[in-house]
Structures are given as C-alpha cells and as structure tokens.
Nanobody
Framework: QVQLVESGGGLVQPGGSLRLSCAASGTIFSISAMAWYRQAPGKERELVASVTSSININYADSVKGRFTIFRDNAKNTVYLQMDSLKPEDTAVYYC?????????WGLGTQVTVSS
C-alpha cells in the first residue's frame, strides 16, 4: 500500500500564497501520476492539477496562471504552489497518487482564504 501525507495548508489572506506538499511512502514501485484535488463544502471534489511520470501537466481552468504543480520523483513528493489566492480557493485539498492502476488518497489539508 501507498501512504500519502499532505502538509502546508492553513489560513491565508486573499492575494497570498501557500505551498502544499504531499509525500508518498510505503510499497512504491513506480507512481505513474500524482495530483491535487479539492472539495469545498456543498460541492463535489474537483481536480486542481496533475502531473505524470513523463511530466505531462494539467490544470483546472480556475487555477491556471495562479497555481503550479511540480514533482520530485526521487522523493516521491508532489507540490502545489498556490499564488494569488482567492476566497473561492477555500477547500480541503487532497493528494492522489496512481500506481499500477490503483489510486491512493491522502487525508486532506485545509486551505482557508479569508480576510
């Protein structure tokens, strides 16, 4: 099994920045993709950004130009740099890893953007 631990969430003012980290551990052979999702109260979970082993990157339209996903394969860690944060970015952010066709999820970290 693969364990994912997120860190870096917290409270930030609009226009501020946060950097989320997600470290994978456990039985790791080859993680083909890592991604960040988020879920706000009353809304469905949505994909924020993803990166594959071949460094194929995708972003949700709502975060393009503001968020950056990057991956350190040696450390089995994925990061999400969030800049110019808006109140609508407030959500629980979840890390996801895919290995051998199986998906693994972290427990999530709260990001709150408020004055």
């Amino acid at each position: 099994q693969v364990q994912l631990v997120e860190s870096g969430g917290g409270l930030v003012q609009p226009g501020g920045s946060l950097r989320l980290s997600c470290a994978a551990s456990g039985t790791i052979f080859s993680i083909s993709a890592m991604a960040w999702y988020r879920q706000a109260p009353g809304k469905e979970r949505e994909l924020v950004a993803s990166v594959t082993s071949s460094i194929n990157i995708n972003y949700a339209d709502s975060v393009k130009g503001r968020f950056t996903i990057f991956r350190d394969n040696a450390k089995n860690t994925v990061y999400l740099q969030m800049d110019s944060l808006k109140p609508e970015d407030t959500a629980v952010y979840y890390c996801k890893a895919v290995q051998l066709g199986f998906s693994f999820w972290g427990l999530g970290t709260q990001v709150t953007v408020s004055s």
